[in-house]
């Protein structure tokens, strides 16, 4: 198969679904991660354009320890924004270059607005996608509409799962690729106080406590109109 997985920020799908994405990779299927803004907003000491930058090598080399290709839509903190026509093409072009099978995002009552954003750009996305005259003149084939799954949110708050994937096995990838983030990673250790390892740790182990296992990652199946199959796609 082949797995799409779109977070608003870098470091939102390591949070969140590494753990599972590490798997499908093991299994042999083809893992894409894009992150739609650049994060450049995401620190009080370093500059925009020089975190922009700092942050896209870092969800790089995140990307490099499971062995999934990296994308990046490279929109600026706070301007992700479902109804702009350009960030749809650009969110198109990378559906239909990857062809997923299926893609896991926000869920659309997250906390945050660049992630709420990002689940309705990544819905509109998928539609047009499937259009033969959208953004025709890219030479890029269309692909049909695809589920969606969508992911925990932060700390497990305001989220209940219908679905887990046991990560037992993959956790210390998952805790890899998130340790890359070091400009996110050292700040709030040095300045919050805060193990954001630990802390991230402690949520997949408060999932897999739910459902019987050591570390878990919890989803929700997208059930709008078109959009779910009695195909199972979880590992």
């Known amino acids: ?102 893609i896991i995002t926000h869920t659309e009552d997250d906390y945050h607005r660049d992630h709420v954003e990002t689940y309705k750009l990544v819905f509109r996305a998928t539609c047009c996608a499937s259009l033969a005259h959208y953004d025709d003149g890219v030479n890029l084939p269309t692909v049909e509409i695809c589920p969606l799954y969508q992911m925990d949110t932060l700390a497990n708050t305001g989220f209940t799962p219908t679905e887990y994937v046991d990560i037992s096995d993959t956790i210390g990838l998952k805790l890899k690729a998130l340790s890359c983030h070091d400009s996110q990673i050292t700040w709030m250790r040095e300045h919050d106080k805060i193990d954001f390892i630990d802390f991230v740790r402690s949520s997949s182990k408060v999932r897999g406590s739910q459902c019987g296992v050591e570390y878990a990652e919890g989803f929700r199946a997208d059930l709008h109109y078109g959009r779910m199959t009695t195909k199972r796609f979880l590992p």
């Open 1 to 102: 198969m082949n797995i799409l997985a779109v977070g608003a920020h870098p470091d939102d799908l390591e949070i969140a679904c590494y753990g599972t994405l590490a798997k499908y990779v093991q299994q042999g299927h083809n893992v894409y991660v894009c992150h739609v803004s650049n994060g450049n907003l995401g620190h009080v000491i370093i500059k925009p354009e020089k975190l922009a930058k700092i942050r896209s090598e870092e969800a790089q080399r995140a990307a490099d320890v499971i062995g999934a290709k990296h994308y990046t839509l490279d929109i600026d903190d706070q301007y992700v924004d479902s109804n702009d026509n350009e960030q749809v093409k650009k969110l198109v072009r990378v559906i239909r270059e990857t062809r997923p099978d299926f």
